[in-house]
């Protein structure tokens, strides 16, 4: 489990990143809109992005917190399909995946 420890630093500032982009993104939702009508077209067109982004920030954190979990069961690192170990190369490039490279595609 000590070889994960980099990891789950990594997910714990990662949540922290995304719940205060959240945050902001949310605050700039409920903003009062422009009174004038074609500022107000142009801004609701911003919104769609960043709604998008949201909405994508919103299942990273659920993943997130699924990994974070997984440290504090002790089943960090192991496959929650077929129990195999997922290889470190995958936990580094996707560090909350709870799939093997066998498993992911089934996914």
Known sequence: MAEHEDIRRQLVARRKELQ???SRFEEQL???PDP???D???EREDDEPMETL???GQKELV????AL???ADGAFGACVTCDGQISQERLAL???TPFCKDCAPRH
């Open 30 to 32: 409920s903003a009062e």
């Open 63 to 66: 993943a997130i917190d699924a």
């Open 94 to 96: 996707l560090p909350h």
């Open 69 to 71: 979990k997984r440290f």
């Open 40 to 42: 107000r077209a142009v």
């Open 20 to 22: 205060a982009r959240l």
């Open 36 to 38: 004038d009508v074609e």
């Open 54 to 56: 949201g909405l994508s």
